[in-house]
């Protein structure tokens, strides 16, 4: 998984644009640049492939996919699977942003199996 956190990063936050998705439990988000894309809420087996969706949209429009996933309180296998791609709605594997404390304790218990 590819991460990038620092002070460069959280000097220049991504400021959102247009709403992909949006449900009770998760808002995706397309943000400047236009690249990237801000998950806030939780992800499951039930949003997981909207997720893919837009990140697929996005992915076709500008070649690559940024996530930020500094909103996120929780995610499931589902979720993280269109994470760390690639898969068969995203082709190329997105790059992490901000890697929110759940997505880290997923992978790290991913990486023991």
């Not at 460069?8 to 009770?24: F, G, I, K, N, R």
């Not at 589902?78 to 997105?94: E, N, Q, T």
Request: with cysteine; net charge neutral.
């Amino acid at each position: 998984m590819t991460e990038r956190n620092g002070p460069a990063e959280e000097a220049v936050s991504p400021q959102a644009t247009l709403v992909l998705y949006e449900d009770a439990q998760l808002s995706i988000v397309q943000a400047t640049p236009p690249d990237t894309v801000l998950l806030k809420g939780d992800i499951d087996i039930t949003n997981s492939p909207a997720l893919a969706d837009a990140l697929a949209q996005v992915t076709a429009r500008w070649g690559q996919v940024m996530v930020d996933t500094t909103g996120l309180r929780f995610i499931d296998v589902s979720g993280w699977r269109v994470l760390v791609g690639p898969g068969p709605r995203v082709p190329a594997r997105p790059r992490l942003l901000n890697v929110a404390p759940c997505v880290h304790r997923l992978t790290q218990r991913m990486s023991t199996l």
